[in-house]
Nanobody
């Protein structure tokens, strides 16, 4: 059973920082793209950032220069370092990954989400 488990969310003041982690576990042969998405109340889920196995990254314009995505291919973990947080960053953050499990084939997996609240 493949799982993505996020951690690191919480309450932070505007201008503060948080680091999210996403750990993949289970019978995994390989992982391609890993990414973070977020969904605020009343809004659609949107892309925050993605990272390829070799380290190439992609960011939403709204987070460029403030957020940094990284990954540890040995630990099967992705990270999202969030700096200079704004009220508009408040959302549930979801981890997403393309994973090749032991049973074969590439599948799209999602974590359960972690709440990030930016408030004074």
């Amino acid at each position: 059973q493949v799982q993505l488990v996020e951690s690191g969310g919480g309450l932070v003041q505007p201008g503060g920082s948080l680091t999210l982690s996403c750990a993949a576990s289970g019978s995994i042969v390989g992982i391609r793209r890993m990414g973070w998405y977020r969904q605020a109340p009343g809004n659609q889920r949107e892309l925050v950032a993605t990272i390829a196995p070799g380290g190439n990254t992609n960011y939403a314009d709204s987070v460029k220069g403030r957020f940094t995505i990284s990954r540890d291919n040995v630990k099967l973990t992705a990270y999202l370092q969030m700096n200079s947080l704004k009220l508009d960053d408040t959302a549930v953050y979801y981890c997403n990954a393309d994973i090749f499990p032991n049973r074969g084939g590439w599948y799209d997996y999602w974590g359960q989400g972690t709440q990030v609240t930016v408030s004074s």
